[in-house]
């Protein structure tokens, strides 16, 4: 378990964070800028934090305030690197050796094998680096990190450059690492879809700071923010106000878009208040006549996307839905959109 | 007249040795110029560029005056060795090493410093003092640049004449190099000896840059 409180100063550029971070996966989400390598070089030990405190479990790896700071070597920490950092002049075998120099001979030999048989790495052993694939180095590095039976892993944006299947097959080596090693992995992506494939804790992070952090599905179903709302895909927002509120039938009633609607219990919220509201583009529903919760819109744009299609309509809504039922409304530019009671969220 | 190719011979010997000095110093200083950040380090950079720039009779003057035989150094020395430093060849070494070491410095410095980030980053999690770090991943991956550094010093020591000349002194067979030579063979119109000297220096010397070029080269292209 790590639990690090770190800020620093670049200039204009303030991190200030606070994290914990389990045994497990925990992913830190965000544009770039927002700092999440910085932290990762925190934790390491490549960046000395100006304040704040690292603990690794019960050791202190840097305390800003009794001037405690572990160099990196002593960290025993994995750093799986964005262009993996394989040492060019050495072969993969090479590469491993090295990071086990601690051990005697033939235990680094044995460890060396054993972590490239585990990483389907063997057969590449006398190769150099620039003769592998990008998936190939991926899990050289990987393997490299782990042959120092770290205590902590940290991956910055290992998915980069990697095409789809090889995205996958990194994901599912992930899942394996966490399985079999039980120790706190921070994972760094911008890639939304990859911080839902291998998150067990997401923490997203803006402009030097944690906006929110828990489960993702959690975090996905009430954005703190509509900025993390946005960060997220959530592509409607809307202002709205509290007309009703019934916490026993977990209901509640807002007017947005100029109309009432029906929505689940808003917590932490009175009578009047004004309100943001969200609902992911995936979850509107297209209706053939208007009914409760429907408005009606006009088509403004149309995105293809891999499995369907997403329109943009006047007022502002994003409908994401499948090629046939876009099709079988054919060219009619009314439509009528249902937003489900339950789909509604509340940023914050 | 026969040519007395003994100076080139000499040449040889002193560049040769004023190699390896400068290289294991110059190394060390490229080191501590790129890795530890102390007060004053531009300020030592500057003093190590300085050989680079002064006319070499300036230079020549400074290692007299600190050698000779009266100073602390110069007295200290023949302790050692029982013979003065100055107007021996290994004085001539000792004139051609301060010559080479910017040389070496600088491009050590720079080599080292681009192999730098993330491959001494890693070298540091996966456990590496910084001792094993610069002998098995930042040396390595910068040695092409420091080779061919190396060599140019190398082209550097053969031709240095006035520090040689300053502290070395023109004495035929012991400290008369080849670029002194050559200047003693005009001044006395042998014109043969000249001629040779100056051909034989000028065809090793290309050699020696072309071989420096070529290393950088391959460097490019690693």
């Known amino acids: ?348 | 007249m026969p040519i007395d190719w003994s100076p080139l011979t000499l040449s040889l010997r002193v560049a040769a040795c004023a190699t390896v000095i400068s290289f294991a110093v110059g190394l060390a200083l490229a080191y501590l110029l790129a890795n530890r950040n102390f007060r004053g380090r531009e300020l030592l950079d500057a003093a190590i560029t300085l050989p680079l720039v002064l006319p070499p009779t300036v230079l020549g003057y400074y290692l007299l005056v600190m050698l000779g035989r009266s100073t602390p150094v110069g007295r200290f020395y023949e302790a050692v060795f029982g013979g003065p430093l100055v107007f021996t060849w290994q004085a001539a070494v000792l004139a051609s090493t301060v010559h080479a070491i910017p040389l070496l410095v600088k491009s050590s410095r720079a080599a080292l410093e681009s192999v730098g980030g993330e491959y001494e980053r890693a070298a540091r999690t996966l456990g590496a003092s910084e001792w094993r770090l610069f002998w098995r991943v930042t040396l390595p991956l910068a040695r092409r640049s420091i080779l061919a550094a190396t060599v140019l010093a190398f082209a550097r020591s053969l031709g240095d004449f006035g520090t040689t000349l300053m502290i070395a002194g023109d004495i035929p067979g012991r400290t008369q190099t080849a670029s002194i030579a050559i200047y003693d063979a005009v001044e006395s119109g042998n014109k043969l000896a000249a001629q040779m000297l100056v051909l034989v220096i000028s065809a090793f010397t290309m050699a020696i840059v072309y071989a420096a070029n070529r290393l950088e080269r391959r460097n490019d292209s690693r």
Not at chain 1, 44 to 54: H, M, N, Y
Not at chain 1, 160 to 182: F, H, K, M, S, T
């Open chain 1, 1 to 348: 378990m790590i639990r690090a409180k770190i800020a620093k100063r670049y200039g204009s550029f303030e991190l200030d964070v606070e994290l914990v971070a389990a045994p497990g996966v925990t992913v830190l989400f965000g544009a770039s800028g927002a700092g999440k390598t910085l932290t990762l070089d925190c934790l390491a030990g490549f960046t000395v934090p100006e304040q704040g405190r690292i603990l690794l479990d019960d050791e202190l790896l840097f305390d800003a305030a009794s001037r405690v700071n572990l160099s990196p070597r002593r960290r025993n920490c994995g750093y799986v690197f964005q262009d993996h950092a394989l040492f060019p002049h050495m072969t993969v075998l090479g590469n491993l050796l090295f990071a086990a120099e601690r051990h005697a001979r033939l235990e680094r030999h044995r460890r060396a094998r054993e972590m490239m048989d585990r990483f389907c790495i063997a057969e590449f052993a006398d190769m150099h680096p620039h003769e592998l694939s990008g998936g190939q180095k991926q899990r050289c590095s990987l393997a490299r990190a782990l042959v120092t039976e770290p205590r902590f892993l940290l991956l910055d944006e290992p998915a980069r450059g990697l095409d789809l299947p090889l995205r996958n097959e990194l994901y599912e080596l992930v899942r394996q690492i966490r399985a079999e090693y039980r120790i706190p992995i921070l994972l760094v992506t911008h890639d939304l879809e990859e911080c839902f494939a291998l998150a067990d804790t997401m923490v997203v992070m803006g402009a030097g700071k944690i906006l929110q952090s828990g489960a993702p599905s959690a975090v996905y179903g009430n954005p703190a923010s509509p900025d993390v709302a946005r960060m997220l895909g959530i592509a409607n927002r809307f202002e709205a106000e509290i007309l009703a509120l019934d916490p026993g039938r977990d209901t509640s009633r807002v007017r947005m878009l100029g109309r009432e609607f029906a929505a689940a219990y808003l917590p932490g919220h009175l009578l009047g208040d004004k309100v943001k509201l969200c609902v992911p583009a995936s979850q509107l529903n297209v209706v053939r006549e208007t009914g409760p919760n429907c408005v009606s819109a006009r088509v403004a744009a149309v995105t293809e996307l891999p499995d369907g299609v997403r329109v943009q309509f006047d007022p502002e809504l994003t409908v994401e839905m499948s090629r046939e039922t876009f099709d079988a409304h054919g060219g009619q530019p009314d439509w009528w959109i249902e937003i489900p009671a339950s789909s509604l969220r509340a940023t914050g």
